[in-house]
């Protein structure tokens, strides 16, 4: 049999040849195909492998035809619409360690040119110049590097950094203080990092919670004459408050790998600033991780397509495909209780326990622990988790993996319960089951029992069970233009304390919730994504 792939975005010779000399592959290279040509032609191809460049959108996605797989060359799917590709069953994979190294590299090589003016001080005597008195630097030695976010790639930052005699202090909600120390680095909140850095640097996913991380509040409370770094995605740092703040002398100076746009617009305010150094998202870009991703990525679609072996996939476990088949919908439950687990959560988790019960119980339940686990991890790390690493990344932050089994069904024939523990010993305890027909439904928050559809923009609402709740929250909603798509409602019994769930067609606004806070009935709201 030989299957059709089609690459959209430049890939290493080296790996394409390996490729196009594969029997039972027809490889076709079209870079920067049209959104539109792609959707009217990927119905004929089995898989699709791609880089940055590419958007695979739902609309994309709306006629898959005979596409099995996409294949992503580098860590970052956030261009790829996964939830559309899962329900259409198009595995997705990334090669999620071909660029750590690279990455890091491009992300101390900035701070140093930063610290020293490098670039500025090259264009000058290429103009020539010779004006050593107006590049005067700074030393990174006895410095506080703050990184935010401790996986794979701010790991080998913070390690580089102390081989620089760095003093690193770093803020990432799900590792534990004990495997910061063994970096040899400081675990500290968001607030002590930004008000004690020299330099910054940022290695986190861009996701609803960290766009806009850095805002014209937050950089106000830097110390002054900081310098920031960003080779993780641009949107986390607000562009116009930067702009703003180099302008006025707060931050010294700013070396940045990704924007917002890419390539940026014309009139960009961070471009015409002599104190910003800018490179084109070079973080990935050397000639060993080009050949190593490119290579792994065409391997594992070869390999999926000619065997159904699963490799570094971000939307299902590495099992066999009628495995698979049976596993699905129980899959979409555990990652659904995990990423539920990560926004209830406090503190960083130091335990997850995960128990299946009913006939679910006598398959394979590992595949359903690492499900929960990269519902939980992905929520802070993004793209970088996947049903390969989920497990190490966990284990790397010191979080204890429990599981258990029981064949005796529960009150539903198919359950699944997970259990997360903090350093406090507070716990989080979510169940949810499977219906025929794959049908997943929420059972159980703490000790609030419904059946909610866990999926979408959620309100979450702990209101005392007394009359008019429903109606005050949904005139004011209504007022403000947000409408309600469903509700749920738990309560531990008539009278006490009530749960309810409200699903709503889009975001809301922050505002929003504050006024909801203030109505008497309610005690706590807050915003879910599922």
Not at 387 to 416: C, H, K, M, W
Request: overall charge neutral.
């Amino acid at each position: 049999m030989t299957y059709r792939v089609l690459a959209t975005d430049k890939l290493a010779p080296q790996g394409v040849d390996i490729f196009r000399a594969n029997s039972e592959i027809e490889f076709e290279f079209k870079p920067g195909l049209p959104p539109a040509e792609l959707a009217a032609t990927i119905a004929n191809y089995d898989a699709l492998v791609i880089r940055s460049g590419t958007k695979v959108t739902a609309e994309i996605l709306r006629e898959p035809g005979r596409l099995r797989v996409i294949g992503r060359a580098g860590i970052g799917v956030d261009n790829v619409d996964v939830a559309t590709a899962t329900k259409k069953g198009i595995v997705v994979m990334n090669t999620p360690g071909g660029n750590n190294v690279t990455t890091a590299e491009h992300t101390i090589t900035l701070m140093l040119a930063l610290a020293r003016w490098i670039p500025q001080a090259d264009a000058s005597l290429h103009a020539g110049k010779w004006e050593r008195n107006k590049f005067e630097g700074s030393e990174v030695c006895n410095k506080t590097l703050g990184v935010i976010g401790l996986g794979n790639i701010g790991a080998i930052v913070a390690e580089r950094a102390v081989g620089l005699r760095m003093k690193v202090i770093a803020h990432d909600p799900f590792v534990t203080p004990e495997a910061a120390a063994r970096l040899r680095v400081e675990l500290v909140s968001l607030d002590d990092l930004v008000k004690r850095a020299d330099f910054i640097t940022v290695h986190v996913p861009l996701i609803p919670e960290t766009r806009g991380l850095f805002g014209a509040e937050r950089i106000a409370r830097m110390k002054r004459g900081v310098r920031i770094i960003n080779c993780a995605r641009g949107g986390i740092v607000d562009e116009t408050a930067l702009a703003a703040a180099l302008k006025e002398g707060r931050v010294a100076g700013a070396a940045l790998d990704v924007l917002v746009d890419e390539p940026p617009k014309a009139g960009n305010p961070l471009l015409a600033l002599d104190n910003v150094i800018c490179t084109p998202h070079l973080g990935a870009s050397t000639d060993e991780a080009q050949v190593n991703v490119a290579r792994a990525i065409l391997d594992q679609v070869a390999a999926y397509l000619q065997s159904g072996t699963i490799q570094n996939a971000v939307n299902t476990p590495s099992v066999s495909p009628e495995v698979l088949q049976v596993l699905r919908p129980f899959l979409v439950l555990a990652e659904k209780l995990g990423s539920l687990a990560a926004q209830l959560l406090k503190e960083p988790p130091v335990e997850v326990t995960v128990q299946a019960s009913g006939e679910v119980a006598e398959r394979e339940i590992r595949s359903l622990t690492t499900g929960v686990l990269r519902g939980l991890l992905t929520h802070m790390l993004g793209s970088t988790v996947n049903f390969v690493n989920a497990p190490s990344i966990a284990r790397e932050r010191g979080i204890r993996i429990i599981e258990s089994r029981t064949p005796q069904a529960s009150d539903y024939l198919n359950a699944l319960r997970v259990e997360v523990r903090t350093p406090s010993r507070a716990k989080t305890v979510l169940s949810g089951a499977v219906f025929g027909a794959g049908i997943v439904r929420l059972t159980k928050i703490n000790d609030f029992r419904m059946e909610a559809v866990p999926e979408g923009h959620i309100l979450m609402l702990h209101n005392r069970d007394v009359p008019g709740v429903v109606g005050a929250v949904g005139t004011l909603l209504g007022e403000r233009g947000i409408n309600i798509a469903g509700i749920e409602l738990g309560r531990e019994k008539v009278g006490g304390m009530a749960l309810s769930l409200i699903h709503v067609d889009e975001p809301v606004p922050p505002d929003a919730l504050a006024a909801l806070r203030q109505l008497p009935q309610i005690v706590a709201a807050e915003q879910l994504r599922l």
